[in-house]
């Protein structure tokens, strides 16, 4: 079970740090990543981590500003989310990607099917 946390209402600029807490015992040995989905919009792609943190890779509209990380000891992953923008808006799913573990091109920032994602925790960013 995934559960998402730290997300809030922030003005343009700001930051956030989201969560994702695990209490699944795969979580150390499995990908991860983050997915986001606006009202009226299509889900899209984050940002994702291979099991040991090593490899990490991110969605063209986040790269620079987002940085995902995990901390497997703990059974939770991260998203610092800085220099936000109001196209940031959304709420924010984890879920397991265990095939980016093994991924190359495209395939390493394909979106899996919602019925893996956590419920999701909102971000609100006002311009």
């Known amino acids: 079970q995934l559960e998402e946390s730290g997300g809030g209402a922030v003005q343009a600029g700001g930051s956030l740090r989201l969560s994702c807490a695990s209490s699944?015992?795969?979580?150390?040995?499995?990908?991860m990543g983050w997915f986001r989905q606006a009202p009226g919009k299509e889900r899209e792609f984050v940002a994702a981590?291979?099991?040991?943190?090593?490899?990490?890779y991110y969605g063209d509209s986040v790269k620079g500003r987002f940085t995902i990380s995990r901390d497997n000891a703990k059974n939770t992953m991260y998203l610092q989310m800085n220099s936000l923008k109001a196209e940031d808006t959304a709420v924010y799913h984890c879920?397991?990607?265990?095939?980016?573990?093994?991924?190359?091109?495209?395939?390493?920032?394909?979106?899996?099917?919602?019925?893996?994602w956590g419920r999701g925790t909102q971000v609100t960013v006002s311009s």
């Open positions: 699944g015992r795969s979580f150390r040995t499995t990908a």
């Open positions: 981590i291979s099991w040991s943190g090593v490899s990490k």
């Open positions: 879920a397991p990607t265990p095939h980016v573990d093994y991924c190359s091109g495209a395939r390493c920032y394909e979106v899996p099917a919602s019925e893996t």
